[in-house]
């Protein structure tokens, strides 16, 4: 039943998938997705696959369809059909054409959110039988270029910003240095063995925005928790291999991560605001590597602010504002579009996650009129991805971390 | 069009109800279900002299049989009584329910046989 | 006629209830053996707990915010669904040949209420015909064998409808009932018809992962 695609696309530059298709050869594609098929897959992609009954139910669940006027090529079943379906049915043989569409539908037009499974009434996990195609798709070298960029970094660097070994220390006694002007006894504590807490960070915080480690070490410092940082490779614990499919590379820096904790002999990581992180330390990562759940306790940020307020270790000052809820909210709520490595394809691919999240700006247009100012966002994937899509569809709202308001209202040191 | 063959088929079953009526006054017409509280079906066909006549059975202990103590009787047998008389609603141990009792006794010949109706609307005519 | 009719409620039968149950069985092991051979950590992670949660709120109509956002396919799927098991396995003429056949009985249906939840499950069936040609987003992952699968399902109340209120060849309706209850069953296990055998499967997979790893509800 095919459907023309309601509004021609443009075609998408991209040197990543474009270079990788030239290389390509149908008897290669045609290994390559049987050897995933057969050594890599097993009874979930199998029985998902005999066990839809193409129902459609997990449309509505997709952003992107409901942001593409129920376009069913965006449905998450209509993903699903797009690419492993045919390959699964082909036994392999598809074009190379077939496997750039392929590679843009699961690399950009997917999030990995899982929503879709909690809209199917037989809990088809549609997003891993896309994690499955980009398994495939890396494995053919078609990755889109900027995210595949971070995956190199990851793999020679062990982060995700090709951050050198110097420029790590560096940024973070610069950070100290700045945060002694507001309180002086601060510090960030490089290697401290059998410290209580190993903070950890996603590269982009040193590259861009060292601004919150200066935050993160102020609310330590104020709450008094004996931590630490590492001053070498594991103190990375983002994972865009994750998003590509290259599991080995998300095995080693999961490794690298655990055992710098192990090395630091600290009880817990505790680790920045970041949602995908937490996701490779937390779910996927640590299974590649053989633990059914991390071998330490690893404590989301919001998850330590809010016990630390509870306990009464930060003490807030003054009111910040009332919570306006969004709706859908909850594990409901929709996805930010940026997530599930879309974000880092990058520009080539910023209009896509852009119009594929209308229905995000009308929801934070929704939630503004009933008078919300400002938007928090505990990730910085979210963070990004939401500062476009307000942006461009003028919403005018300010987005900030937890952190940020965090450190704005809490009581300091005078 | 679909009215068209519903009418033309109620007619049918109308006409085809009304000549077996017709047919059939003076004799046995249908097996006697009174002793059913609730019956699903409408009675069982069976002109019986036709029948019998058919089937060439001239033996009344062919289908009138006659158990005692679970053995069946020889050379006995009960047409001076009703089925229902033996053959209760329920059914207990080796005595069948008056249903079963009916469904073999007919069918049961007819698949022997290899003649006579054997599915359900071959007998509960609508 | 009597020897077709022997044949689909004879041999025909008994090839049909074994494929259905055997292959059910063997579709099920070969999965749980896949599962052990590959995919192991699945065992680690299931949890009866959140399982039966999940089963349970997918089981209730309206009870998931998707049912709730489709009423009119949540009142029919449900009752769809309800009718296509209960009625053959309750209706009285079936009860009555496992009683010749095997002298086993329980509780059966009134006619007219199987009638009823016969013409249900047809309606239904015309349903979600029509769903998958006019939706857009059903029409576009719709095969062949969707329609086939429907057709299976539908065949065997169609004619069993057809059968009981005997209308055209009633001999030849009612072998063609049979034989589509055989064709039916058998297929259940071979079929994307196995969602009957590997949605509690799917769904407490589903329930385990989205409870104990996510902390998250899944409905």
Not at chain 1, 29 to 44: C, F, K, P, Q, Y
Not at chain 3, 131 to 138: A, G, I, K, M, Y
């Amino acid at each position: 039943m095919a459907e023309p695609l309601k509004k021609e696309k443009t075609k998408v530059v991209d040197e990543g998938i474009d270079v990788g298709i030239s290389r390509l050869t149908e008897e290669k594609i045609e290994s390559v997705i049987n050897t995933v098929l057969e050594t890599e897959t097993g009874a979930r992609l199998k029985i998902y696959v005999e066990t839809c009954i193409h129902c459609g139910l997990c449309s509505e669940a997709c952003h992107y369809y409901l942001s593409h006027d129920k376009d069913p090529h965006y449905s998450p079943v209509g993903k699903i059909k797009q690419t492993i379906w045919e390959m699964i049915k082909k036994r392999g043989r598809v074009s190379p054409e077939f496997i750039r569409r392929a590679a843009i539908i699961a690399q950009t037009e997917c999030n990995m959110c899982k929503r879709c499974a909690q809209y199917c009434p037989f809990g088809i996990d549609i997003a891993y039988m896309l994690s499955v195609v980009r398994r495939i798709i890396h494995k053919l070298g078609v990755t889109p270029l900027y995210i595949q960029d971070t995956a190199h970094s990851h793999s020679v660097t062990m982060n995700q910003m090709w951050v050198k070994g110097d420029e790590w220390p560096d940024t973070l006694q610069w950070q100290e240095e700045e945060a002694q002007a507001e309180i002086p006894d601060l510090r960030i504590p490089l290697e401290k063995e059998g410290a209580d807490i190993m903070y950890s960070v996603i590269a982009p915080e040193p590259k861009f925005q060292a601004q919150l480690i200066y935050q993160a070490a102020v609310i330590m410092h104020v709450a008094g928790v004996n931590w630490t940082m590492p001053a070498s490779v594991g103190w990375d614990n983002s994972d865009m291999a994750m998003f590509t499919g290259d599991n080995e590379v998300m095995g080693r820096l999961k490794r690298a991560h655990f055992e710098t904790a192990a090395r630091l002999k600290v009880k817990k990581i505790v680790m920045g605001e970041c949602g995908h992180a937490f996701r490779s330390v937390y779910d996927m990562g640590n299974r590649w590597l053989g633990w059914s759940m991390p071998p330490f306790t690893i404590v989301h940020a919001i998850e330590f602010y809010y016990d630390l307020i509870k306990d009464g270790r930060i003490k807030i000052a003054k009111k910040y504002k009332t919570v306006i809820e969004m709706h859908p909210n909850r594990e409901h709520n929709y996805c930010c579009c940026a997530g599930g490595g879309v974000i880092n394809t990058g520009p080539p691919f910023k209009m896509t996650r852009i119009l594929g999240n209308r229905v995000k700006a009308e929801q934070l247009f929704e939630t503004k009129t009933k008078g919300a100012e400002v938007l928090v966002a505990p990730c910085h994937n979210c963070h990004s991805g939401l500062h476009d899509i307000v942006h461009h569809y003028e919403i005018g709202l300010d987005i900030k971390f937890f952190g940020d308001i965090i450190y704005e209202v809490m009581e300091k040191p005078e | 069009m679909r009215n068209v063959t519903l009418i033309a088929l109620s007619l049918l079953i109308g006409i085809v109800l009304a000549l077996t009526t017709a047919w059939s006054q003076d004799d046995m017409t249908v097996v006697d279900n009174a002793a059913f509280d609730n019956p699903q079906r409408t009675p069982s066909v069976f002109v019986h002299d036709e029948h019998n006549e058919m089937a060439e059975i001239d033996d009344c202990a062919k289908c009138h049989h006659l158990y005692e103590d679970g053995k069946l009787v020889e050379d006995e047998s009960s047409e001076d009584q009703s089925c229902s008389e033996c053959h209760d609603l329920e059914g207990s141990g080796d005595q069948p329910s008056l249903v079963k009792a009916f469904h073999t006794n007919c069918k049961g010949c007819h698949q022997e046989q290899k003649k006579g109706p054997i599915m359900c609307g071959e007998c509960h005519i609508k | 006629m009597h020897s077709f009719y022997n044949f689909v409620s004879g041999p025909l039968a008994w090839i049909a209830f074994i494929l259905f149950f055997g292959g059910s069985t063997y579709r099920i092991v070969r999965m749980l053996m896949l599962v052990n051979e590959k995919e192991k950590f699945i065992f680690t992670y299931m949890s009866w707990r959140y399982s039966l949660r999940s089963i349970f709120h997918w089981i209730i109509p309206f009870a998931t915010v998707n049912w709730r956002r489709q009423p009119v396919l949540t009142v029919v799927t449900f009752a769809f669904h309800i009718c296509l098991m209960a009625t053959p396995i309750f209706l009285l003429s079936h009860v009555v040949l496992w009683d010749e056949a095997f002298s086993i009985s329980w509780w059966t249906l009134p006619d007219a209420m199987a009638d009823v939840m016969t013409v249900i499950v047809i309606l239904g069936a015309v349903y979600f015909l029509v769903r998958r040609l006019t939706l857009p987003e059903v029409k576009f992952v719709t095969s062949g064998s969707d329609f086939v699968i429907l057709a299976i399902v539908a065949a065997p109340f169609v004619t069993g409808f057809f059968a009981y209120h005997q209308w055209l060849s009633y001999p030849l309706i009612m072998c063609l009932h049979v034989l589509a209850g055989d064709i039916m069953l058998a297929a259940i296990p071979f079929t994307r018809l196995s969602h009957m055998l590997f949605s509690p499967f799917t769904r407490a997979y589903m329930g385990s992962e989205f409870g104990k790893v996510r902390h998250a509800r899944d409905w």
